[in-house]
T-cell receptor, first 114, second 110 residues
Framework: DADVTQTPRNRITKTGKRIMLECSQT?????MYWYRQDPGLGLRLIYYSFDVKDINKGEISDGYSVSRQAQAKFSLSLESAIPNQTALYFC?????????????FGPGTRLTVL | EDKVVQSPLSLVVHEGDTVTLNCSYE??????LLWYKQEKKAPTFLFMLTSSGIEKKSGRLSSILDKKELFSILNITATQTGDSAIYLC??????????FGTGTSLTVIP
């Protein structure tokens, strides 16, 4: 089984709809991240969480919110989706007993906003 | 402002060629530099570098960091079609924030 899972894997929605992307991990890591990837722009950090009670904004948090329901779960919400939020979204984790900088990525969610 | 710049943006080579990918950076409170390979899915970890001048190797891939000149290179020797991917460089700073470059797209043709 994959260590970091994301649901859904693909989603097409309309402008103005509320969307939630979910991430679960079985690695026992404290730190979780949400990124979006756009062609030519690389990976950009949306939000990150160092533990259940710690949530931090990243580079591009406007239009997004997150919830850390448990150590293993980190959800990303688009309250009112707009077309320029069409992108590939990745969840990642880091932590554990090894060097904490290595990140482990989920498979990604491809979101299209019409 | 913290930034990570990768070059070239894209590269096309023939199988067997050697390639060098570059990552230069400006990050306060630097902690580590990481290289990832991304094919048609999520990025996978390749190397993490924290000290200047120490080469990390894994098969045909190697990487080295120069903390004085603020850059790292990723070398791939005897390239194969399976090396075709986007290679991402990321920096971490104290506070565990990650900064990614835009990536270098490598295409290896038979």
């Amino acid at each position: 089984d994959a260590d970091v899972t994301q649901t859904p894997r693909n989603r097409i929605t309309k402008t103005g709809k509320r969307i939630m992307l979910e991430c679960s991990q079985t690695k026992g890591h404290d730190r979780m991240y949400w990124y979006r990837q756009d062609p030519g722009l690389g990976l950009r950090l949306i939000y990150y969480s160092f533990d259940v009670k710690d949530i931090n904004k990243g580079e591009i948090s406007d239009g997004y919110s997150v919830s850390r329901q448990a150590q293993a779960k980190f959800s990303l919400s688009l309250e009112s989706a707009i077309p320029n939020q069409t992108a590939l979204y990745f969840c990642a984790t880091s932590g554990g007993t090894g060097w904490i900088d290595t990140q482990y990525f989920g498979p990604g969610t491809r979101l299209t906003v019409l | 402002e913290d930034k990570v710049v990768q070059s070239p943006l894209s590269l096309v080579v023939h199988e067997g060629d050697t390639v060098t990918l570059n990552c230069s950076y400006e990050v306060t409170n630097f902690r580590s530099l990481l290289w990832y390979k991304q094919e048609k899915k999520a990025p996978t970890f390749l190397f993490m570098l924290t000290s200047s001048g120490i080469e990390k190797k894994s098969g045909r891939l190697s990487s080295i960091l120069d903390k004085k000149e603020l850059f790292s290179i990723l070398n791939i020797t005897a390239t194969q079609t399976g090396d075709s991917a986007i290679y991402l460089c990321a920096l971490t700073r104290s506070g565990n924030q990650f900064y990614f470059g835009t990536g270098t797209s490598l295409t290896v043709i038979p």
